[in-house]
């Protein structure tokens, strides 16, 4: 049976990377993006809603996120989808939804003045970060 797990998004940046060296010395960046979705209801009314994504870039990506990813820059990121679970403050259990960008599946591409430039570095999977030990330390 085939499983795939693959999102694509395209939107806003939220806000500005956060980078993150583990003490292995792998790094990860993480930020927020805006996806916005509008319609018109039943009485032809303008209709909005914006769904916030985070974001995880692993590999050779980061040092792109790191150069060219902005607050309120367009992107297009692909990735696959994952729930972390941690516990927050008072000792709560909470999960998080994110999006992991890294390995040669994973890219970032930051749309800017209209022209697309491709952000994507191939990684070896042997190369990259464990998803589970970076994101665990964002919590």
Same mark, same amino acid.
């Given at each position: ?6 999102? @694509? ?5 939220? $806000? *500005?990377? =956060? +980078? ?6 792998? &790094?990860?960046?993480? %930020?927020?993006?805006? @996806? ?5 209801? $039943? *009485?032809? =009314? +303008? ?6 994504? &985070?974001?995880?870039? %692993? ?5 792109v996120?790191?150069r ?8 297009l ?63």
């Amino acid at each position: 049976m085939l499983n795939v797990n693959r999102v @694509t998004l395209l939107g806003h940046v939220g $806000r *500005d990377p =956060e +980078l993150h060296t583990s003490a292995g010395g792998d &790094r990860a960046a993480r %930020f927020s993006m805006a @996806t916005t979705e509008r319609w018109k209801n $039943r *009485d032809g =009314e +303008l209709q909005e809603r914006t769904e916030w994504h &985070r974001i995880i870039v %692993f590999g050779g990506t980061v040092d792109v996120v790191e150069r060219l990813v902005r607050k309120g820059a367009a992107v297009l990121v692909e990735g696959r989808l994952t729930v972390r679970e941690y516990t927050g403050s008072e000792d709560t259990r909470k999960q998080a939804t994110e999006v992991i960008v890294g390995g040669p599946q994973g890219m970032v591409n930051v749309l800017s003045s209209g022209a697309r430039r491709e952000m994507e570095e191939p990684v070896a999977p042997a190369a990259a970060a464990s998803p589970a030990t970076a994101s665990a330390d964002w919590a």
